[in-house]
T-cell receptor
Framework: AQRVTQPEKLLSVFKGAPVELKCNYS??????LFWYVQYSRQRLQLLLRHISRESIKGFTADLNKGETSFHLKKPFAQEEDSAMYYCALRKGSQGNLIFGKGTKLSVKP | DAGVIQSPRHEVTEMGQEVTLRCKPI?????LFWYRQTMMRGLELLIY????????DSGMPEDRFSAKMPNASFSTLKIQPSEPRDSAVYFC???????????FGPGTRLTVT
């Protein structure tokens, strides 16, 4: 069965520290993976997708098929990065997404 | 564009009552998704429509839940009768086509007492 696992419910770091939000997936086909973010009092929005191989707001994520992981990383966390982060998997060409349970990132001053 | 619009933003109702949640997708988007968010289960897809046709409703928990999309600019999610375990935030999202980015609405926080 398809599954997305985010092992940490809460991750707390200090400003300027590196941050890594973990995401592991289970899928037998060729996955498309995404990170969505929800800032306080804002809508859930797309942060980045693996096929774009881009860096958004300093965040990057590399798809590791061997480890079935798509961890989100940023070398120097900022207070404005505090938010809820969701990893999501799209099954093949279908539109629906399977979300992890989310990780709340708290960046302290 | 105001983005995806959901109403009401908050709903408090008593067990056994009918609840109707509404969603207006972004104009021109062909796909619409309903999600439920709870602490225990995170974000779960309930149902999605493509060109107003339900494509996958396997996430709908039980017969008490139903969703309709009578036209390209409106969808409803109905719970009848509601139960306390239905308390959650319900999100609607739309996308231009099936494989593209989904744009989420602000959500409806439902509390069933």
């Amino acid at each position: 069965a398809q599954r997305v696992t985010q092992p940490e419910k809460l991750l707390s770091v200090f400003k300027g520290a590196p941050v890594e939000l973990k995401c592991n997936y289970s899928y037998s086909g060729s996955p498309e993976l995404f990170w969505y973010v929800q800032y306080s009092r804002q809508r859930l929005q797309l942060l980045l997708r693996h096929i774009s191989r881009e860096s958004i707001k300093g965040f990057t994520a590399d798809l590791n098929k061997g480890e079935t992981s798509f961890h989100l990383k940023k070398p120097f966390a900022q207070e404005e990065d505090s938010a809820m982060y969701y990893c999501a998997l799209r099954k093949g060409s279908q539109g629906n997404l399977i979300f992890g349970k989310g990780t709340k990132l708290s960046v302290k001053p | 564009d105001a983005g995806v619009i959901q109403s009401p933003r908050h709903e408090v109702t008593e067990m056994g009552q009918e609840v109707t949640l509404r969603c207006k997708p972004i104009s021109g988007h062909n796909s619409l998704f309903w999600y439920r968010q709870t602490m225990m289960r995170g974000l779960e897809l309930l149902i999605y429509f493509n060109n107003n046709v339900p494509i996958d409703d396997s996430g709908m928990p039980e017969d008490r839940f139903s969703a309709k999309m009578p036209n390209a600019s409106f969808s409803t999610l109905k719970i009848q009768p509601s139960e306390p375990r239905d308390s959650a935030v319900y999100f609607c999202a739309s996308s231009p086509q099936v494989p593209y980015e989904q744009y989420f609405g602000p959500g409806t926080r439902l509390t069933v007492t």
